[in-house]
């Protein structure tokens, strides 16, 4: 049972550089509709850089990005990314907004949504993530875990078939980490597509359906969560987990 | 004490003030404000044109800008007066029949103001933090439509302090565009002091005139002040604590 619209994200042999520095070095991830992927690894391994390339926030030099088994790299990007939700590590709702605002917009200006319609679809969103009571505040007076659900809300609000994150528990404090991943799973189990960049080994293991392991722009070693946690095959992976674990 | 009452007599010389003052009214106020308004309107727009040039991802508009702005700026505010009104006064006189300084005095602070409000907004823009063009970008907005909605809005808001500072600036240079021989109901607040003072032998006229100054000035430095200690409190409102924060989702709304 899908809540969503997912869809079916694959990204064949990808290769990206930044002047001589070789960051993305033929990376092929494939997230079934519905499921979740996590990619973990040492900072500067290229995790981040990969979703802004899946979404073409960056503009991969070499490989092929698809959507449903359609090649996305000669739609419009911007439809691409209506299409693809996007949660940051810092959040970055727009500080000059209010929160019901700060989900509107994009509803009212790319939706065509009147106001009220939007503010309505942005009340209900926020009432998923249980902060319809926070509508008419301004981001800077929420906790990091509030604005990050609020962040959460303003991506579903788009209905996407994909939803990714960016490391989106890492700038929040420990206490309120297990709110947003409680936020995380329930989207998960709901059905939606997800990538997830992450450091909780904790929400890889017992949440995605497969674990993406990246080191220095390549995937060292991917497959099921039991088997890559329980079972390392690579030095690289067993040194990494002894470290983060 | 002799030193002392002459100086009185040449700058406190009430009469000489109080018959300035109604020209000053009726003729130098409406001229300045008028000169500074539609000036400093100008030169706001100016200066987008400019920021927006500034930032642009093409490389000729970035080009022009940073060559306007250089040389606006770096000219002393009375030789671009002069050149502006004396070079294109007798153009102007061709195309319009009009023999009036003044739109050209206009365009003079307008140019002026402009480069350096665009200073002004560019830095404010390019301060926004790179995140919130990337996550506007994220939500399927172009670049444009991300700029003018999201990020341009909070560079203003963060530069305003600097932006009516400028303003206060420009009421001041307005007092320069005397040199281009303003019509007698054209003049602004520092020539109706020059004239009277010239007429009377006595300074107390620009005593007059600098009073009609500060009574521009203060209020806004004032206003800077205020914009700027609210923005860095902001708006007071209360804050909860997270107190939600343990149970979300759909599961824990049953």
Not at chain 1, 2 to 26: M, Q
Not at chain 1, 161 to 180: C, I, Q, R, Y
Not at chain 2, 36 to 41: E, K, L, M, T
Request: a neutral charge.
């Amino acid at each position: 049972m899908s809540e969503f619209a997912s869809g079916t994200l694959t990204a064949k042999n990808i290769h990206l550089s930044f002047g001589s520095n070789h960051v993305l070095r033929g990376i092929d991830l494939h997230v079934e509709k519905g499921t979740t992927a996590s990619v973990i690894g040492p900072s500067g391994s290229g995790k981040s850089t990969l979703l802004r390339v899946m979404n073409r926030l960056i503009e991969p030099d070499q490989g092929d990005i698809l959507l449903d088994g359609r090649s996305v790299l000669k739609d419009n990007p911007d439809e691409l990314r209506r299409r693809i939700g996007m949660v940051f590590q810092q959040f970055n709702l727009f500080p000059h907004k209010t929160v019901a605002e700060n989900i509107s917009l994009a509803l009212r200006k790319l939706r065509g949504m009147s106001k009220e319609q939007a503010r309505e679809e942005a009340l209900a969103q926020l009432d998923l993530v249980g902060l319809k009571h926070k509508a008419d505040s301004r981001p800077a007076n929420l906790s990091g875990g509030q604005q990050q659900r609020v962040a959460i809300a303003r991506a579903l609000a788009m209905k996407p078939e994909v939803m990714f994150f960016d490391e989106a528990t890492s700038a929040l404090d420990p206490e309120l980490v297990k709110g947003v991943l409680a936020l995380m799973t329930d989207l998960a189990q709901g059905g939606m597509t997800m990538v997830v960049v992450t450091h909780e080994m904790g929400f890889s293991r017992n949440v995605s359906d497969i674990v993406t392991f990246m080191d220095a722009g390549v995937v060292v070693e991917s497959g099921p969560p039991d088997q890559l946690f329980t079972n390392p095959q690579t030095e690289r992976l067993q040194g990494f987990l002894s470290d983060v674990l | 004490m002799d030193i002392l009452n002459q100086l009185a007599e040449s700058f406190f010389d009430w009469e000489a003030i109080g018959e300035v003052l109604p020209k000053m009214f009726a003729v130098g106020l409406p001229n300045t404000i008028v000169l500074a308004v539609v000036s400093g309107i100008i030169g706001t727009a100016l200066g987008m044109l400019l920021a927006l040039m500034g930032i642009s991802r093409n490389a000729a508009a970035r080009w022009i800008a940073r060559i306007y702005t250089d040389i606006l700026r770096g000219l002393p505010p009375v030789l671009t007066i002069l050149v502006i009104g004396f070079g294109f006064g007798p153009v102007i006189r061709e195309l319009t029949g009009s023999t009036s300084p003044y739109p050209m005095a206009i365009a003079a602070l307008s140019l002026m103001s402009g480069a350096y409000i665009g200073e002004i907004f560019r830095s404010g823009i390019q301060s926004v933090d790179k995140g919130q063009l990337e996550a506007t970008r994220a939500l399927g907005f172009s670049y444009g439509s991300s700029m003018r909605l999201v990020v341009v809005p909070q560079g203003i808001r963060r530069v305003l302090p600097a932006l009516v500072n400028q303003f206060i600036a420009l009421i001041k240079e307005s007092s320069l565009v005397f040199m281009l021989g303003l019509l007698a109901t054209e003049r602004e607040i520092f020539q109706i002091g020059k004239d009277a003072a010239a007429n009377s032998g006595n300074l107390s006229p620009y005593v007059a005139a600098a009073i009609f100054y500060l009574a521009l000035t203060i209020p806004l430095t004032h206003f800077v002040n205020w914009i700027d200690a609210r923005m860095r409190s902001g708006r007071p409102e209360k804050k909860e604590p997270d107190e939600a924060a343990a149970v979300v989702g759909k599961g824990a709304q049953a």
